[in-house]
């Protein structure tokens, strides 16, 4: 059974660090592609970051500079460093898995992150 568990949300103040954790099991997580979305309430769904199994990585725009994705193959978990954090960046978090060249794909529950100003 596939699971994606994310944690490391919360309440934080503007302009705090946080940082999100996704836990993979099921999986051989170092075959996939991995990354953050978010999303706030009333909106879709939108990429924050993405990191592939060869490392490539990519940021929204709204981001860069102030996120950093990583991931630890040895301990099948993926990490988003959220540092100088601003109301719009509040949303839930949601950690998400695909197998490169196929349809497979996989979805965490999501992790809330409230920034106050």
């Known amino acids: 059974q596939v699971q994606l568990v994310e944690s490391g949300g919360g309440l934080v103040q503007a302009g705090g660090p946080l940082r999100l954790s996704c836990a993979a099991s099921?999986?051989?997580?170092?075959?996939?592609?991995m990354a953050w979305y978010g999303q706030a309430p009333g909106k879709q769904r939108d990429l924050v970051a993405a990191?592939?199994?060869?490392?490539?990585?990519n940021y929204a725009d709204s981001v860069k500079g102030r996120f950093t994705i990583s991931r630890d193959n040895a301990k099948n978990t993926l990490y988003l460093e959220m540092n100088s954090l601003k109301p719009e960046d509040t949303a839930t978090y949601y950690c998400?898995?695909?197998?490169?060249?196929?349809?497979?794909?996989?979805w965490g529950q999501g992790t809330q992150v409230t920034v106050s100003s």
């Open positions: 998400y898995a695909a197998l490169p060249d196929t349809t497979i794909y996989f």
């Open positions: 099921g999986i051989t997580f170092s075959s996939y592609d």
């Open positions: 990191i592939s199994r060869g490392g490539t990585i």
